[in-house]
């Protein structure tokens, strides 16, 4: 084995897992594009490819216990292994997420897939990574899930958004028993903020592109084995809880 790292991107076909993907394939690692939509993926894995990347194609929905479970044999095959896992795959849950007038169904999704999912995933590739001589775990979270900063006057945390914002927190706080769980390994277990970033996500609105905000979660993709873990950052430092 020549020492090359893998990792696993979780909804890696678009938007900014692909450019996660596409930077640690850059890197020289071999890259599993994790994805559910099939002709989407197949068109990631080519285009990755084509760009030089040592990719593999994972067909992965993060709310399927029978797919996820699915994704870690194949990684294991593909690979040999797992170093690197970046839980990116999200959902808003939908529009629109007032408080007061809410479909239920919506908190649902989002937490389903942006909870639970991340759980799910993290869980069946564990004993993967724990044979890592430098495992990372990243979760792709947002600043909207940050309770300071959504009670901070002044600071922009979006709009209301009683499905999406919480899910983002309660993904941060199951972060953090992860890594109170891990703290006696070498997994380093950290949360990206990738900024506002013009995807599918949000109707192209957002103002950096998907390679930018890509930057932090490759950065604590490949942090070094002194670096932090069970904390949060953006392009800018630390993200307050
Ligand atoms: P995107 O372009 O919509 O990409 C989302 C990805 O998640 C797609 O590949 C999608 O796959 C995948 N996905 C959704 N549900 C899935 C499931 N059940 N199983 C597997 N894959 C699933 O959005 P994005 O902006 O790149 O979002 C990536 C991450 O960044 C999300 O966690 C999001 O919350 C976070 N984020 C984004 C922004 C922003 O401004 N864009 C800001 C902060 C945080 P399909 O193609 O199969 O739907």
Same mark, same amino acid.
Not at 147 to 167: C, F, H, I, K, R
Not at 197 to 217: I, S, Y
């Given at each position: 084995?020549?020492?090359?790292?893998?990792?696993?991107?979780?909804?890696?076909?678009?938007?900014?897992?692909?450019?996660? @993907? #596409?930077?640690?394939?850059?890197?020289?690692?071999?890259?599993?594009?994790?994805?559910?939509?099939?002709?989407?993926?197949?068109?990631?894995?080519?285009?990755?490819?084509?760009?030089?990347?040592?990719?593999?194609?994972?067909?992965?929905?993060?709310?399927?216990?029978?797919?996820?479970?699915?994704?870690?044999?194949?990684? /294991?095959?593909?690979?040999?292994?797992?170093?690197?896992?970046?839980?990116?795959?999200?959902?808003?849950?939908?529009? =629109?997420? /007032?408080?007061?007038?809410?479909?239920?169904?919506?908190?649902?999704?989002?937490?389903?897939?942006?909870?639970?999912?991340?759980?799910?995933?993290?869980?069946?590739?564990?004993?993967?990574?724990?044979?890592?001589?430098?495992?990372?775990?990243?979760?792709?979270?947002?600043?909207? *899930?940050?309770?300071?900063?959504?009670?901070?006057?002044?600071?922009?945390? *979006?709009?209301?958004?009683? #499905?999406?914002?919480?899910?983002?927190?309660?993904?941060? @706080?199951?972060?953090?028993?992860?890594?109170?769980?891990?703290?006696?390994?070498?997994?380093?277990?950290?949360?990206?903020?990738?900024?506002?970033? @013009?995807?599918?996500?949000?109707?192209?609105?957002?103002?950096?592109?998907?390679?930018?905000?890509?930057?932090?979660?490759?950065?604590?993709?490949?942090? =070094?084995?002194? *670096?932090?873990?069970?904390?949060?950052?953006?392009?800018?430092?630390?993200?307050?809880?």
């Amino acid at each position: 084995m020549s020492g090359q790292k893998t990792a696993l991107v979780t909804g890696a076909n678009k938007g900014i897992g692909y450019e996660i @993907a #596409a930077g640690l394939g850059a890197l020289g690692w071999k890259v599993g594009v994790g994805a559910r939509n099939e002709e989407r993926r197949e068109t990631a894995v080519k285009r990755l490819r084509e760009a030089g990347v040592d990719v593999f194609g994972v067909p992965l929905d993060v709310t399927d216990d029978a797919s996820v479970a699915a994704a870690a044999g194949l990684t /294991e095959a593909a690979a040999g292994g797992l170093d690197v896992l970046v839980n990116n795959a999200g959902i808003t849950g939908g529009g =629109p997420q /007032e408080p007061s007038t809410v479909d239920l169904a919506r908190l649902r999704a989002a937490v389903d897939t942006n909870v639970f999912g991340v759980i799910r995933v993290t869980n069946a590739m564990l004993p993967m990574l724990r044979r890592s001589a430098s495992p990372r775990i990243v979760n792709v979270s947002s600043s909207v *899930g940050s309770l300071t900063l959504q009670t901070t006057s002044g600071a922009e945390t *979006g709009p209301v958004a009683v #499905a999406y914002a919480p899910s983002k927190s309660f993904l941060n @706080a199951v972060m953090i028993q992860y890594a109170k769980e891990l703290s006696d390994t070498n997994i380093l277990i950290n949360a990206a903020c990738p900024g506002f970033v @013009a995807t599918d996500l949000n109707g192209f609105r957002g103002v950096r592109t998907p390679e930018q905000g890509a930057a932090t979660p490759i950065r604590l993709a490949t942090l =070094p084995d002194d *670096g932090p873990s069970g904390r949060f950052f953006d392009d800018e430092g630390e993200v307050p809880w």
